[in-house]
Structures are given as C-alpha cells and as structure tokens.
C-alpha cells in the first residue's frame, strides 16, 4: 500500500551526496556488561540504512537510550550500540560524543558519501524532549533531508520527531515506518470480518482508550492477563491475591455494558491457572468462580485457551496487544504462547501484534515471520490503532 498522502517515501527522496538524518529507535536492552541482548531494533533499520549506503548518501543517525534525563550519563552511551551495528552491517560507524556541538558539527562534516555517524544518545540533551528550537535547529543543521525510521517513538513530539522536522528541506517515512503505517493503517479502514482484538497484559487503566476505540470497530474483544482479573472482580467474582485494579471497577463494568449495547462479545476467562506467589512452583488449575482467598490468577487456564483459539482460529482479522499471563515465567507462559500459536496457524486472517511485552512473547515462542505483522512500537502501535495522529507521522507531511 502507498504511504498516506503528503508523505513521501525513502526512494522518493533525493539522497545522492547529501546528508541524510535518519532517526532510528536503538533503544535497546543492555545487560550489566552494557551487551545489546536483543538487536531486533538495530537489524530493522539494516534495509533503510543498506538502501542509503547503496545510493551514496552521507548518514547521520539520530536515537534515544533509556532515560538519562537531560544529562550526560556514560551508562547510557550508544557506544555498545554503535558497535553492534557497524557488525550487523558490517561497515565503520563513527559515534560522535554528544548530541550537538562541535564535536557532533565534526564527525559529520567529515563524511564522505555512503559513510555513517552517530550522534550520541539525543537525551543527553533535555532538549530532546522539551522539542527545544535551539537544540532542533542544532539537529537540523547537520542534514540536508530528513528520514524517520523510529515508529516506536513517533508519538512523542520530540526535538529529533518533530521539531526539527520542517526544518529540513526534504522529509520522508524510511522502511520501517512505511510498513508500519502500511499494516497498522489496514486495521482502520475496511477490514475482513470477523475483527477480534485480544487485549492483556498489566493494566486496564493503561488500555481503556485503546478498548473504548476498538469497541467502534471490532467482532469481539478477547481478554486476559492482569487486565482480566479487574473485569473478573468487577462481575463480582473473588480474585484472592490476583493482581486487580479494584478501583476501575466502574470503568470495567461500563465497558461491558457499552459492548454488549453494539453487540461485540467480549469473552472473559472462564479458568486460570493458580499459584500461592510468583515464585511458587506449585500451580493449579481454577475456576473463575473458585480462586482460593490466598491465590493469584498468574495465567488464563487450558478451557479458556481452547475456547479463545477457536474464536482466533474463525478470525480474518486480529489485532493483539499484551499478554495472556506471566508470560516471562515458563509456568505461566502456556496462554500467551497459546494465543501466539493461534495467530501464526490462522492463515487467512492479516494478525497485527503490537506492544513491547507482547512483541517480545511472539519473538520467544519463535513465531514472529508467521505473523503478518508485529509491530516494533509499543505505546505508538496503540494510539495508531485508536486512530489518533502520531506526531512524528504528521511531522513528515509536506
Ligand atoms: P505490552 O508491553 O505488550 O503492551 P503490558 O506492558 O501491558 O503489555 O503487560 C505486560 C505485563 O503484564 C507482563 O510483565 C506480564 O507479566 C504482566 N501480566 C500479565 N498477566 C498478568 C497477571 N495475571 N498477573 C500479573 N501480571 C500479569
Ligand atoms: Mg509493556
């Protein structure tokens, strides 16, 4: 599919001998020893940044790590991710020491065409995300055209997002963004019935506007994981030691009302499984009726697995975002890898997954290229899908 009008893409764009700012999303993990443990975000950027090395442009990569909070903090240096890329691809990666100033105006000044560099983590500046003029401007001064690649944070306006975007003379989506826009868009327009939406993970109060905008276009809403618990105690049902919002309540109960005016089904566990703790290795299996006063509900249970892949497995469309369960602990990992595994068999239906822990569920259980699309953006995919406008997309019109 096109991209959406007014917004051009990378081969579009006039990127011979110029200098070409691609922000890119390297927010990647790090273990103690500051090793990259999951490259996924730097080996989807490979195709965009092969695309510009091959038509000679000179790159200048733009990206945040973690949360340094405006100041310099060396345990948040994109080094080891600069390193990890000059291996993936494998060419020389020259890392500038900061964000902007002289050093940064060198490192690029001095690219020859097809080269790269790296400004160091733009948060090192608190004018990364105040979207500080100066500091855009500062941004913008080392490039020529535009290109952003980073759809995990094109909900922020930031500086690198927005602010110095209409500065620069051309502008476009890079590869990943394009297939982004191009899958989570489909799930907007007129999609193949039945529509299911599967919604988990920790919390409803972080997913009721992702719920209330679904409600306008799905068949049927799935839940699980934490989230389902609240609703489970908001029909009045015992969750023992679960973890619950007791106070959304309400918000549940209003929810379930509204569905069942549209006529959506929203399907709700019927058995979990059980344990004393998160470290206990005894569990078992509950009725939702049945939750001991001293258990906590830690995954969905073998009857609502079943039931959930059959509703999966009549689907043609699916958008799932967080887990069924505890998914990081093997014991209570069985209904999200479930779920997963009802995704990657349908083979009619176009399946969407987004958000980080749910990304990363599909990735664990190896099914990720049986999935027409797993989106690498966390909170962007949800407001994408609510339909609002990313700042970073919107930056790129024109
Ligand atoms: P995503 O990142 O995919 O949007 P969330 O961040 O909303 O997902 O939720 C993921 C977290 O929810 C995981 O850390 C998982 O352990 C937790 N979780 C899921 N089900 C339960 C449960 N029944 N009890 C406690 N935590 C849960
Ligand atoms: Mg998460």
């Not at 239906?349 to 822990?357: C, F, I, K, P, S």
Request: with cysteine; hydrophobic share 45%; net charge negative.
């Amino acid at each position: 599919m096109p991209l959406p009008k007014g917004i051009r893409a990378l081969d579009d764009l006039p990127v011979e001998g110029r200098r070409v700012f691609v922000r890119v999303d390297y927010n990647v993990p790090l273990d103690k020893a500051r090793n990259v443990t999951d490259d996924a975000r730097i080996r989807a950027t490979l195709p965009t940044l092969r695309n510009l090395i091959d038509r000679g442009a000179r790159i200048v990569l733009g990206s945040h790590l973690g949360r340094p909070d405006g100041q310099v903090k060396p345990e948040y240096s994109l080094e080891p991710v600069a390193a990890k890329l000059a291996e993936l691809l494998p060419v020389e990666i020259k890392l500038a020491d900061e964000p902007v100033g002289d050093g940064a105006r060198k490192v690029v000044s001095d690219l020859r065409d097809g080269q790269i560099a790296m400004l160091e983590n733009l948060r090192f500046s608190a004018g990364e995300e105040s979207n500080d003029k100066t500091f855009a401007a500062a941004l913008a001064s080392y490039c020529d055209v535009y290109v952003n690649d980073a759809f995990g944070t094109a909900h922020r306006a930031h500086a690198s997002t927005a602010g110095m975007v209409p500065m620069v003379a051309d502008r476009g989506a890079g590869l990943v963004m394009a297939k982004e826009i191009d899958f989570l868009s489909r799930l907007l327009g007129d999609v193949d019935k039945p529509y299911i939406a599967i919604l988990g993970g920790a919390k409803v109060s972080d997913k009721i506007e992702v719920l209330d905008a679904l409600l306008e276009r799905v068949s049927a809403i799935i839940v699980g994981g934490a989230m389902a618990n609240t609703f489970l105690q908001a029909q009045g049902k015992s969750l023992g030691k679960s973890k619950v919002e007791g106070d959304k309540a309400p918000i549940a109960r209003n929810f379930l009302r509204r569905a069942q005016e549209r006529n959506v089904a929203v399907h709700l566990p019927t058995d979990v499984v059980v344990a004393s703790g998160l470290d206990s290795d005894v569990t078992s299996i509950a009725s939702v009726d049945g939750i001991g006063s001293d258990m906590m509900a830690l995954d969905i249970g073998p009857a609502t697995i079943e039931a959930y892949r059959k509703v999966v497995g009549a689907a043609r469309t699916v958008f799932w975002n967080g887990p069924m369960g505890v998914f990081e602990k093997p014991r209570f990992a069985a209904g999200t890898v479930s779920v997963a595994q009802a995704l990657a068999e349908n083979r009619l239906a176009l399946t969407v997954v987004g958000g980080g822990d749910s990304a990363a569920a599909v990735a664990q259980a190896g099914l990720a290229d049986k999935i027409s699309h797993v989106s690498t953006g966390g909170g962007a995919s949800l407001e994408f899908v609510q339909g609002l406008a990313l700042p970073g997309i919107e930056a790129l019109r024109g």
